[in-house]
């Protein structure tokens, strides 16, 4: 889990150093992302076979992953890496809503209450940008509340079906459902750029294989032995490496003022807390 969190903080960095708009990254990612699973997949002689029932759940969470990268990809692009990703773990409040709605879990008044006091973080991070970033704030909280179906609706596929190939239909699903949406987003959207530079392709293969591929089948075996709470609440320890490489190779700390840093820890707080305690049950 933790190493495909590490994998999943050079994914913003990557992002924004991509020259593309949010929509054409997306859509190179998971088709560089199917072509890498389905060699994988034939390596490995792994069988593809599903179920009808399964491969429409698979299609649905293969489309909602493209609308979270959608949303993410586009806060990258209209904030910045590092309120992107401190806002991510919003995922955390969303999953402690929905999950107990979606599945017969029950509501968990502690899970509730560090949801809520990361939630306090957000609001802090909200409260002090004085509209410098609002648009990629409200995408980046979007892609939160869409990453949290994503987690909870495939905690019981992971137990059904091989990691790798939960992997191969979601983001090849996702790739279908983009493509068919992709005429409409170039025509009223007009992204400037098409196709990638050789930079770009170099980048973009950086991230389909070892930022999504890898960490895909990571976290879904992750899954296995995690509730879905436990591993969005761990993910929250992304934007610390995230932000960490921001600072690094964007100086973005120079940025952002003190009521960021005062949100962002409030939020890991609430992660190394969630850990403590996690560890002591």
């Known amino acids: 889990m933790h190493l495909s969190i590490l994998l999943w903080g050079f994914t913003g960095v990557l992002g924004k150093m991509i020259s593309l708009s949010e929509g054409m990254l997306v859509w190179?990612?998971?088709?560089l992302v199917t072509a890498?699973?389905?060699?994988y997949i034939k390596f490995t002689k792994t069988s593809i076979h599903v179920s009808a029932v399964q491969l429409r759940k698979l299609f649905v969470v293969g489309t909602l992953l493209m609308v979270h990268w959608l949303f993410f990809y586009g806060a990258i692009k209209y904030s910045n890496v590092s309120v992107t990703l401190s806002l991510f773990a919003s995922t955390t409040l969303f999953t402690a809503l929905l999950e107990p709605l979606i599945?017969?879990?029950k509501f968990?008044?502690?899970e509730l209450l560090y949801s809520f006091m990361a939630l306090a973080g957000i609001g802090i991070i909200f409260y002090s940008d004085e509209n410098a970033y609002t648009v990629g704030i409200v995408l980046a909280l979007l892609a939160s509340f869409i990453g949290a179906f994503f987690n909870i609706m495939n905690k019981d596929l992971v137990h059904e079906v091989k990691s790798s190939v939960v992997s191969f239909y979601e983001i090849a699903s996702g790739l279908v459902?983009?493509?068919v949406f992709l005429p409409v987003y170039i025509h009223y959207l007009k992204p400037p750029v098409l196709?990638?530079?050789f930079q770009d392709w170099t980048l973009l293969v950086v991230l389909a294989v070892v930022c999504t591929h890898i960490t895909l089948i990571l976290s879904l075996n992750a899954l296995k032995h995690l509730s879905a709470f436990t591993l969005n609440l761990a993910i929250n320890l992304e934007p610390v490496y995230g932000i960490a490489l921001?600072?690094?190779f964007f100086g973005e700390n120079t940025q952002l003022?003190?009521?960021f840093f005062v949100g962002s820890f409030i939020i890991m707080l609430s992660v190394l807390l969630h850990s403590y305690f996690a560890s002591k049950e």
């Open 103 to 105: 599945t017969p879990k």
């Open 246 to 248: 921001a600072f690094l």
């Open 177 to 179: 459902s983009l493509t």
């Open 108 to 110: 968990n008044k502690t």
């Open 36 to 39: 890498s699973l389905l060699l």
């Open 257 to 259: 003022n003190k009521w």
């Open 195 to 197: 196709y990638p530079s």
């Open 28 to 31: 190179y990612r998971m088709m």
